[in-house]
């Protein structure tokens, strides 16, 4: 059963190795893991980008270790580089409070939220801009204003001398108290507006104050920080007209009434939400220079997250790798490429691979990661616990077979010396304990045991696949040679391969079998003797995929490039490249 993902944790750099791993880069990244943390680094934690087995189990089980973090994909998300701070503001709220946020967090856009922190929408300054313009054309709708008198006491920081219904939400039409008492209603009563619905500004002007209080308006604003005659307030009173006073002028008061509105009519309804798992990747080709400034991020519930903007795509990703055990981006966690790698540590071919920075690369020509990593505590003087050393041991024997690999070297067994030394453990009976663990075939439906320890490679620009596993003996592989072969098959096609290939290991004799699926021109070439299943081959003291197979695989990718080989019908290449 694959395990569910898990996200990249913020600020902690993940040591993982190739997918569909081996005991070596589990091991690798264990051990690496340990020996950051002995040198006083902080922040890094071992992690996998595939399932483990039966061998790997019993080697975790064998040192008390934990199976790695489970990374499925690391490609950045969009919750890696969205504002989780968000600034917003109700329904309920008015321009002015809208514009102060905007001024004092210095953001163009703010999400509009209902009850339960659901978006609504989202207001910004080119919307506001839009509404607060005056329209020449259209006096009477500058003039208008959606709001109530105890919002407009808030944007105006207003006294109340008098107020009634101060929460009723209305339609108010502003006007300046400046023409003579003579002419001073008749534009209102032009424009049909009845008093009930007009808010007067004036100054001390005492006649059109009274006048306000006859025609019996909904409110005055008395502006300039200017007393109120008590008998003005008394008749305000009587007639039920709302009085207020404030420090501003006349002209920045009506601004300001304005900006009491509540902010239906600045909302931004039509607005796009995305979900905190998008890919950055497929999120920038939608992200044009016509698209919205910013994006509100929300769960499938709807509750608002967080916010993007475009400025937010230019921020680099926390998300941090060491890749142990492998070097090529066809081999690496999915998303690899587009986070740091800011190490690698192996001990295969060099793969192409690029970084934007220098990185730490420690590439040695011996037969496993594990014993990379021990050689560097060797160098800083440190000693590893004895689990982490079993861990270390049990790493470079799988990869090495107990030291009978083509890819051993004498440093591998100082190096297992010397770690059998702290963990207090004998390598056969570790061996012993390891290859017995059980069988891939046996524990693994055909399918499953075609991807254990998979590896995609490209030579001459094919791509292609070997996998490996390892058994005591060839009887389990024959029981299920036919269902293996034609899941052989299917991964071939699945992952779009020229050919795919397993090779199959017999631990004790030291010798392997290879089944292949794929281009005829290529099977063909294969100079190994063919045994009784149809191409599967015989290959006597083949046991290393990174040293004996993938260069004798290359090396008929080669001749057949060089002679031309004839193409696939329907295919214009020399050669059949699938995918």
């Avoid at 801009?129 to 407009?152: A, M, N, Y």
Wanted: a neutral charge; charged letters at 25%.
């Amino acid at each position: 059963m694959t395990p569910a993902p898990v996200a990249p944790a913020a600020n902690t750099t993940y040591i993982v190795g190739h997918r569909n791993p081996d005991a070596d880069a589990i091991c690798s990244a264990i051990a690496y893991a340990a020996f950051k943390e002995q040198r006083g680094e902080k922040g890094y934690a071992p992690a996998r980008c595939g399932n483990s087995n039966a061998r790997i189990d019993t080697i975790l089980q064998r040192f008390n270790q934990p199976l790695p973090h489970y990374l499925s994909d690391v490609s950045p998300r969009v919750r890696d580089l969205m504002v989780t701070d968000i600034i917003s503001v109700p329904e309920s709220a008015t321009c002015a409070e809208a514009l102060e946020l905007i001024d004092r967090h210095g953001v163009n856009v703010i999400p509009v939220t209902s009850a339960g922190r659901r978006a609504v929408g989202t207001v910004s300054l080119a919307h506001m801009g839009g509404f607060f313009i005056p329209r020449i054309k259209e006096p009477r709708q500058t003039r208008q204003v959606h709001t109530s008198l105890d919002r407009i006491v808030r944007a105006l920081d207003a006294k109340v001398y008098h107020a009634v219904d101060a929460h009723r939400l209305e339609e108010l039409y502003i006007r300046i108290g400046a023409m003579d008492i003579g002419t001073f209603w008749k534009i209102s009563a032009r424009e049909k507006i009845s008093p009930a619905q007009s808010l007067i500004i004036v100054g001390d002007r005492r006649d059109v104050q009274l006048r306000c209080i006859e025609l019996g308006i909904r409110a005055l604003v008395i502006s300039g920080n200017l007393p109120v005659a008590e008998d003005v307030i008394a008749q305000a009173r009587e007639r039920g007209v709302s009085i207020l006073g404030c420090a501003h002028d006349t002209a920045t008061t009506a601004w300001a009434v304005r900006t009491a509105a509540t902010l239906d009519r600045v909302i931004e309804r039509k607005f796009t939400t995305i979900n905190p798992d998008t890919r950055v990747a497929d999120l920038r080709k939608k992200f044009g220079v016509a698209s919205a400034h910013a994006l509100l991020v929300a769960g499938e519930d709807g509750v608002l997250q967080g916010i993007l903007t475009k400025s937010d795509l230019l921020r680099p990703v926390n998300t941090r790798l060491v890749l142990v055990d492998h070097n090529e981006m066809t081999q690496a966690v999915s998303g690899a490429e587009e986070v740091t790698i800011t190490e690698i540590i192996d001990h295969h071919r060099l793969g192409a691979l690029n970084t934007q920075q220098p990185i730490l690369f420690i590439n040695e020509p011996v037969g496993s990661t594990c014993t990379i990593v021990a050689d560097l505590f060797r160098r800083e003087h440190l000693k590893p616990s004895p689990e982490i050393a079993g861990i270390m041991m049990a790493g470079l024997i799988s990869d090495t077979l107990l030291l009978n690999s083509p890819t051993t070297t004498p440093k591998d067994g100082v190096i297992l010396n010397w770690l059998s030394e702290i963990a207090g453990v004998d390598p056969r009976k570790l061996a012993d304990e390891i290859f017995s663990s059980g069988s891939v075939i046996l524990a693994n439906p055909p399918e499953r045991v075609v991807r254990s320890d998979f590896k995609i490679y490209e030579e001459e620009g094919v791509r292609f696949a070997v996998s490996q596993v390892e058994e005591l003996g060839f009887g389990n592989f024959w029981q299920h040679a036919r269902a293996i072969a034609a899941a052989l098959q299917d991964l071939r096609d699945s992952e779009h391969l020229a050919f795919a290939c397993l090779l199959v290991t017999d631990i004790n004799t030291q010798n392997s079998l290879l089944i292949a699926k794929g281009d005829p021109g290529l099977i063909q070439r294969i100079s190994y003797a063919h045994v009784e299943q149809d191409e599967v081959f015989d290959l006597p003291g083949i046991v290393s995929r990174k040293k004996q197979l993938i260069p004798y695989l290359s090396s008929l990718l080669k001749e057949m490039a060089a002679d031309g080989a004839p193409a696939r019908p329907g295919s214009a290449a020399p050669f059949a490249k699938r995918g």
